[in-house]
Structures are given as C-alpha cells and as structure tokens.
C-alpha cells in the first residue's frame, strides 16, 4: 500500500496526508523511485533553507500547510502570493481585494465556531473557584467559549459579510468579485492540534443564469495560473467533483489538482455554491442582496479557494530535476537543479568573489548588490561566505537553490569590467561588461512574466 | 479631560484608545476642533472603502487593530507592508525574511501560553462526561488547555527560535537580521476578547559592544522610512525609553510616535534585550549560538517591532487636508484630499467617461485600464459607474480616495487621441496623448520612490 510506503520512508505523522486510491502498482520499483525523489526534495528544501529544519515541520509541510519557512522558502512564498494577487485582481475591473477579520466574536456562523482563541488565564481562574459546583463550573466554562472569538477556517464568510459594502463599488451590478489571501485554521479532526495554511480566496458573484459558465471561466483561468510557472504543465490538471462528492450547498465543483510523487493533491477547488449562504450571512433580507439588473433574485456564488503552502511545494517538486552527468575527473556526478520559473525564484542572482585583492571585490559586490535590490532583482550576498568554495561546488549550491543567474568578481572585472555570468537553466557562461548586467537581468525576467 | 472628550465624540468602546497624559487645555476649542478631525477621518475612511462599516470595525481601527480593511484600505496596507518589506530585506545584504508559525504546540514560552486555540468540540465533550468527578472534570480541562496549541502574541520567538538555522546563512558571522510580517494576537487584559494587530518585526543579532549602535542606526533608518511617506514629517517623532519605564529584560528602548489628533500613539519600538532570551529560548546551550568572531560571546538581540495598523492610521491621518474655497457658484466648499504619498496611493489613476458614444468609450476605457493593470499601475474603473454625476462631485469623491490622477475619456479622445489628466494636488488639467499617459504614470510613481 501506498499509505504504507510513506510510512517507512517518511517521518511519523506523515501518513496523514492524502494520497490517491491505492493501486497493485504501488509497491512497485517505480513507487520506490518517487519515494526516493521525495526524501531528495525535502532534503533539498531544508538545506537550501526553503524550509527550516525539523520533523515537526518538515511534516508540516509536505502535508501542505504553512510552516517556519527559511529565507529562500518565505521569498518564494510571497512570490507566489504576489502572482497570485496580481492575476485575480487585476484580471477584471471587477475585482476588488479586501482583508476580512480573521478571528471574530460575532462569527458563529463561520464554521460553527469549531476553533475558539481561549484566554487560559480566565480559564484558569474559574477552574480555580473552589466554591463552583460542577454543574456552575460547567456553565461558567460554557460561557467563556461563547464569549472567545472564533477562529476562521476559511476566507469564504469575510467575503460574504463584506458583499453589502463592497455592491455601491460596481453600483449594485453583477457581476463581481471579492480577493483575499491569509492564513486560516484547519480542524485537527480530534487531536487537538489545528494546523494553519495559507489560503488565497476569490468570491465571485453572479447571476444564478451565468454561474456555470463563470466556474469554467475561473477554472480555465486558475490552471493556466499554475501551468504558467510549471516546468511540466500536465502535471497540474482540473477534475470535475463527482455528484456524489458534492458538498451541500454546492452545485458544481472542480478541483486542480497537482501530480505530486506520492498521489495527487488538491491546490485549488471551484464550487458553484448557490444563494443559501449569502442569504443566510445577511440574516435573509433579500432587499439588502439584490442587485439592480438581476430582478429581485440574490446572487449566486462561486468560490475559488486555494491552498498556497501547497502550492509551494508543488512548485518546488515540479521544478526539481535530477540529471547524471560525469565531472571533470569522469566521475559520475548526480546534478540537482531546482528550476523554479523566474518570476518565482527567489534569488535571481548570486555574487560571489574570485581571486585577487579581496577588500577592493567586496566593495564592488557591495555595489552592484546595491543596485540590484534597487531595481528590486533578488541577490544572494555570497560574497559574504568567506570559506573557500571550489567552483563546482559553489555552482551545485546555486542550482541546488534555484539561483537564476551567478557570477564572480575576479581581479580582471577590475581591470576590464568584464565578468562571467552563469546561467541556471544552461548551465552556460557569458561574459558581460559589468554596465550592462542589471538591464540583462531585468529584462530576462521580464520577459518571462508574460 | 480628553478621555471624556473621546467618549462624547466617538462611538462606545474608543475610550479604550491610549491618549497623552490629560493637560488642561484639552478640552478648549482645539481639542473640540481635533476631535472633529477624527470625526472627518473616520467618516471618509469608511465612505471611501478604506474601512469596512460598523461600529465595531471602526473602533479597532482607530485603536491600531487589525480590522475589516475595504478595497481602498486593502491595497494600501499591501502597499505599506510592501515598503517595510523592501526598505526591511533590500537595506542590509545581512537581513533574511522568515516566516514562522502563529501558533504552536511546542512554544510556551511566547507569551506563557496566554492565548490557545481551543476545540470547543473537545471542551464540550469533556464538559458533557456526567460520570466525571468535578475533579477529573477540571484536569481533563487542564489537560485539554495543554496541548492547544498557544497562539503568538508576539514575532520575537519565531525569530529567536530561526537564530540557528541562520548563522549558517552568514558563515556564523555577526551581525545579521531576521525580518517577518504577520498578524499577532493582543491579548485583552480580562475581557475575553483579543484583538489581532498586523506587526512587522526585524531582530537583529549583534555583538554585546555594538548592540548600542546598532539600535541608533535602526532608530534613525525606521523614523527616515516613517517620515519619507509623510506629508509633514515632523508628526513622526523618535523619544528614549525612560529608564524607570524599561521592561526586563530590554537595557535600552527606543519608540517611534506619531501624533494623532488625539494625541501620540506608538507606531514602533526598538529594544535592545540582551541575549537571556535567546539563550532560553535555545535551553542555555551557548555552543550553539557562538559566532565566529565574537570569542564565545553569546549574540546580543536589538528587536525592531511595528504596528502596521496603526501605521495605516497614521498615514491617512497624516494625509487629510481639509481646504476652504469657493466653488463656481461662490459657494464655500470644504474641499478634503487624502494627500497619500504616490507609493501608498491604493488608486493610482481613475478613468472615467465624458459625454459621447458609450460602448465605443467604455472599450477605449477598458483598454487603457488593461494597459495600467500590465504596468502594475493599480487603476479604478470609474466608467463601470453608470449614476449621471457632474465633474465637481467626481473629482471630490477622487481627491476624498486619494487617487492621483484621474482622467475623462470623451468623443473628444476618439478623435484626437488626447485627454485631460488632472492632478490630485495641484488639481490642474494636463493635456496629453493617450499613447503618453502610461510612461508619464511610471514615471512620476518612480520618482516618487527614492
């Protein structure tokens, strides 16, 4: 069984996450391969800092939820999410971002107040009043929980309370649509350990006549979204929700899912979910919901949920390629590049200093990294790194991180202003006037963000 | 007294807000005039989708609280966090973005657990056991309190905790910084009722001997960055930390002000702690956090930490003026324009259309606004409005949004191509060419960003 390859490779807990139905194939050589590929992964992540160390975390996040990211997984996070931001709002007029309250005390509604933040201290002191009956100690700790904020678990019921206000934007027409990204709880589902994860929510809505044809249009566009920045488009695909799946009020649904080693995974689900909850926010007064061309009915809405600390790791996995190949000495090396796309790496350049007089290269790494983080190009000091690296490995550590582009700052940059600027992707090195390197890599990234 | 001025004025609750130590003359006519300002404020902060409505909402704004932000509220807290996040990561090579968990299972020592995340599912359950003594009834509540996991209050621990796994970033030199975003818990002090506040931290290792400087050169860059977005500077102010108001384990403390019409208010603070807490946080293990240079010096912690809610307060709050001046009619108007600086400006530009063909206007309009969105330059689609408003209401309801620029697309631009771009603060008519109207948009929002 699948479920069971994952435990004996993989840290406790893990058999939590959800893999595909189990096929004979599973146990096979090939299962084994994937396994391997993912313990190469989530080693990678932790030693490149994509993920910080321990099991607790490195569980975290393979189960796809927001953990203690390192400096290399946070930069590639917010990539994500800035992406993530631009292509919903600014993909119509229509849409409009907003930021709702993530624990509330007004919010039952919102997972029927399943998750409560508790001040233990007041918890503490009823549990302490000696002179409390049990049946009195029981209702002043039902009365505490009523009164703690809920926490969300999702972005869904912000988007709804916020549907009144945000109908004078578009002047009561439909249709339109509410963005919001944050984190939200999960339920532990009885252990009593509530996970978090980042969550990227478009509420979208419509007339009840349009609803089916805008979850197409925003199925259409979420997975262009994902195979964008895939090094391997098919892996990422959308599936209509069976009837029999369907989760009330929902008429419709799709997922998008990703092909990780393991199984597939959910990152996104579509649901056409109909008028129910909307109504029911507002407490039922049709006359606040309706919009001025839809003749009296209530709108219809369509929810796009995302989880993006999934989506961080199946970038992660989509990017990793293994490539054998022998070094200079004929031995057999196994070369592990990372190739994230380059909107979303998260160092797009490394600097590092070669031989020669070794104040004066410093100062002018210092320099172009200056410029660099002015015209806002990620750079990765590595001039900083005072060990002695060979080149070979100084290249492996950037392929291993995702590094777009690295170069070094040898005595005759001095001299000449020449330097050489490797590429990830080729592994090819060009020489360049060290003038002209800021619009070179301004540019390559630009061009990849069509 | 001020307080009680507050209490007249503004909505149940808002007493609660810190104000200045009360001085005589609070309750004269200029404090009468300030707290028809906050009134102003916060009036056109809900008008203008800054602030979502209710009474509620708006008291946690205008404590400095997280609260539901509108569209226009929305985009300028990204806009601002955007700012922290670049001046913060893009000033040092040595600054490292993080992010950490908001809550934990493990951490009990952030904040000693005040705030968990219970499952009111579980506590019922317990509470429902009738064959429990009320004994056993309250150490199975205790038990459950245990391990919820305990909510942040603060982003310090996080970064203590990321101390380890980041030396090695730097080859285990000082000094370096850990920089994060996100929202905390504040707890309520007895009402049960936490609020959430959207804090920035940078913590900085540094050696015992520099630990001084270092807070003065990070005093100095953040009140900079304060002022750099403000319309007149002096309201941010930086002031010493008394000695008798220094909390343990901090030797020196430094805070950055801002001086609300209601009086000052704590924007940010600067510590500089020692390194006890690091070392607690680490079990007392010194080996561990021994840098490379500091001769087995444990490093010493200089926390930078900031209120990103309340900076958003204090920048529209910087931004309002209110003008007096006669209107075509020589009628006396109050004219009122959030003067936001051009990188917070949530709408960059507004387009609008003037009389003539409609359809063939509004698709001119809609290609222009997909021009702007491409540049990254946020627009309002204004002609999705199809109310008859006259010029003089639209352009007070963009100075009151704090748009830019806006423009009027008329039968006039089919034509010649050409139409008016009128100013935000000079409130000047340009005349420009369509084809112009995007670089001259880059490049005036640049310029502003030096």
Tied chains: 1, 2.
């Excluded at 503490?124 to 409390?132: A, P, S, T, V, Y």
């Excluded at 098919?234 to 199984?263: C, H, K, M, Q, T």
């Excluded at 080729?426 to 990849?448: C, G, P, Q, W």
Aim: charged share 25%; aromatic share 6%.
């Amino acid at each position: 069984m699948l479920i069971n390859c994952v435990r004996r490779v993989l840290p406790r807990r893990l058999s939590a996450i959800k893999t595909k139905p189990c096929t004979r194939r599973c146990c096979s050589s090939s299962s084994a391969e994937s396994m391997d590929q993912v313990r190469t992964l989530l080693q990678l992540c932790v030693d490149r800092h994509y993920v910080s160390p321990g099991q607790t975390n490195v569980e975290l996040f393979q189960r796809g939820m927001y953990c203690n990211y390192g400096p290399l997984g946070t930069e590639l996070r917010r990539n994500l999410l800035d992406q993530w931001w631009h292509s919903v709002t600014r993909s119509r007029a229509q849409v409009f971002g907003v930021n709702t309250l993530s624990s509330s005390s007004d919010r039952a509604a919102d997972g029927g107040g399943q998750l409560r933040m508790v001040e233990s201290e007041l918890l503490r002191q009823i549990l302490d009043q000696q002179e409390l009956s049990k049946e009195q100690l029981i209702q002043e700790v039902h009365r505490l929980l009523e009164r703690s904020p809920s926490v969300r678990t999702n972005l869904l019921q912000g988007a709804l309370e916020q549907f009144v206000p945000s109908m004078e934007l578009v002047n009561r027409k439909l249709p339109f649509g509410l963005a919001e990204m944050g984190l939200c709880l999960q339920p532990s589902g009885g252990s009593g350990c509530p996970a978090e994860v980042t969550q990227t929510s478009l509420v979208w809505f419509c007339s009840t006549r349009t609803s089916s044809q805008w979850l197409d249009h925003w199925t259409r566009q979420r997975l262009k979204w994902w195979r964008k920045f895939a090094l391997s488009p098919s892996d990422f695909s959308s599936s209509e929700v069976l009837e029999e799946e369907l989760e009330e009020p929902a008429s419709r649904g799709v997922r998008i899912i990703y092909n990780f080693p393991w199984g597939q995974e959910v990152l996104e689900t579509l649901w056409s979910r109909g008028s129910s909850e909307l109504l029911h926010t507002h407490k039922g007064v049709r006359s606040k919901l309706q919009s001025r061309d839809a003749r009296k009915s209530v709108p219809h809405v369509v929810s796009v949920t995302g989880n993006m600390d999934r989506g961080v790791m199946a970038f992660l996995s989509s990017s990793l390629q293994q490539l054998k190949r022998e070094d200079s000495k004929q031995r057999l090396q196994h070369r592990k590049v990372l190739k994230l796309h380059p909107v979303l790496a998260p160092v797009k350049v490394a600097l590092d200093i070669g031989r020669g007089a070794t104040v004066e290269l410093r100062r002018v790494c210092e320099g172009l990294l200056q410029e660099f983080l002015e015209a806002k190009i990620s750079a990765w000091p590595g001039y900083l790194n005072t060990v002695p690296t060979s080149m070979e490995q100084l290249n492996a550590k950037y392929d291993e991180m995702g590094v777009l582009f690295s170069m070094v700052i040898s005595e005759n940059t001095l001299e000449s202003g020449l330097l050489q600027v490797r590429s990830r992707d080729t592994t090819i090195k060009e020489t360049m006037h060290i003038s002209e390197i800021r619009n070179f890599l301004s540019k390559y990234i630009s061009a990849a963000d069509i």
